[in-house]
């Protein structure tokens, strides 16, 4: 392998490193030197250093929000892991039906992840949105559904579209 005479393509990638320095890098110094002071106002700071972090730490609510994420995380990934297999093993193998479910299957992801919490805002909603109406006209619930009143229910409705808006993923995988 014979060395290049000039290395001067490497000043290609300089605009690149600027770009990815302050749209990354920058920030990222900006928020743990935020995370070391206390702030009261412009100009108004006063360092403490790791004194939050060890307070955070002792903090019981860390561990129960830590625990709640890791029971949801395993919940999305327990239903849409065989969910995604399922619809991967029962889409059809040629014809013009591969296409027409594969772009079918894709649409959740299309949606850009801030209109999604917004789509089932109005879906479960009790007064007008369809699932929010239909459940509660089934009377199977002893508490109307609310997702706005019941943590348990928001909780459900978060597990839901999470699984409806990854599950594509994972049978396209």
Not at 47 to 69: I, K, P, S
Not at 99 to 122: A, E, F, K, Q, R
Request: hydrophobic share 55%.
């Amino acid at each position: 392998m014979e060395k290049w005479e000039n290395n001067k393509a490497w000043f290609l990638v300089l605009p690149v490193f600027i770009i990815v320095a302050f749209s990354s890098i920058l920030p990222i110094m900006t928020v743990v030197n935020y995370s070391l002071q206390d702030i009261w106002g412009p100009g108004q700071s006063v360092f403490v250093g790791t004194e939050w972090y060890e307070e955070m730490m002792a903090n019981e609510r860390l561990y129960d929000a830590l625990w709640r994420q890791f029971l949801f995380s395993g919940l999305v990934l327990l239903i849409e892991m065989p969910l995604g297999i399922l619809l991967a093993l029962a889409m059809p193998k040629r014809g013009w039906g591969v296409s027409l479910c594969l772009v079918t299957i894709s649409l959740p992801l299309l949606i850009p992840w801030n209109t999604i919490g917004t789509i089932w805002i109005i879906f479960t909603r009790p007064d007008i949105g369809l699932f929010g109406v239909g459940i509660n006209s089934l009377d199977l619930l002893t508490v109307p559904f609310d997702h706005t009143a019941k943590p348990i229910y928001a909780w459900i409705t978060l597990l839901a579209m999470e699984v409806w808006h990854w599950t594509p993923l994972v049978a396209l995988l």
